[in-house]
């Protein structure tokens, strides 16, 4: 099992570009999750999803859309990046809602 | 708002040394609680949990117990190697909370030193 993955794993954009971040799973799991984790500040959630076909915004949902592809596949859209949005972007997934989440290995983003 | 308080770093011991960090949540129902740890360069992976009070977590030599009356769960170890040396999230999770359901503590680095 690869568990989590993410792609890719490095990304420089400059503002106004857009690009996805790609995230899997070969768990079954049913939840997934994407966070961002900026110095200070721990892990933030973006945006989640209980289930297949379902997705609700967290805490920092701005500048950012996700579209639940099927039930491995969970992927962050950012459409005009900006210079804030840098930082390091993890995927999570878990069984079912707030059970134990696994993690992705990240992807670092930095936008000029 | 902020629904995890956990003592932030770095906190910098000794190898051998005992080792304590705080955790505290907010008392808004019954939440179960986990320890995640991040090694350099790598996501966030389980360390423990604890689903309801006075359950002890334990795994790799760490410990936490969930102490409902003083809403923490605080992660001890009683000697630390250098290869504990890694940031960790202490996170209340609230089964049905939606997008509050998880917090994550804003992590403590330990650096362990030889």
């Known amino acids: 099992n690869a568990g989590v993955t993410q792609t890719p794993k490095f990304q420089v954009l400059k503002t106004g570009q857009s690009m996805t971040l790609q995230c899997a799973q070969d768990?079954?799991?049913?939840?997934m999750y994407w966070y961002r984790q900026d110095p200070g500040m721990g892990l933030r959630l973006i945006y989640y999803?209980?289930?297949?076909?379902?997705?609700d915004k967290g805490e920092v949902p701005n500048g950012y859309n996700v579209s639940r592809l099927n039930k491995r596949e969970f992927s962050l859209r950012l459409e005009s990046a900006a210079p804030s949005q840098t930082s390091v972007y993890f995927c999570?997934?878990?069984?079912?809602?707030?059970?134990?989440?696994?993690f992705g290995p990240g992807t670092r983003l930095l936008v000029l | 708002g902020d629904s995890v308080t956990q003592m932030e770093g770095p906190v910098t011991l000794s190898e051998e040394a005992f080792l304590t960090i705080n955790c505290t949540y907010t008392?808004?129902?019954?939440?179960?609680l986990f320890w995640y740890v991040q090694y350099p360069g790598e996501g966030l992976q389980l360390l423990l949990k604890a689903t309801k009070a006075d359950d002890k977590g334990s795994n790799k030599g760490f410990e936490a117990t969930y102490r409902k009356e003083t809403t923490s769960f605080h992660l001890e170890k009683g000697s630390v190697q250098v290869s504990d040396s890694a940031v960790y999230f202490c996170?209340?999770?609230?089964?049905?909370?939606?997008?509050?359901?998880?917090?994550f503590g804003k992590g403590t680095h330990l650096i362990i030193q030889p």
């Open positions: 999803s209980a289930s297949e076909g379902t997705t």
């Open positions: 768990m079954n799991h049913n939840s």
């Open positions: 999570a997934s878990s069984e079912s809602g707030w059970e134990t989440q696994y």
């Open positions: 008392a808004t129902g019954y939440p179960s």
């Open positions: 996170a209340p999770s609230y089964s049905g909370g939606g997008a509050d359901g998880l917090t």
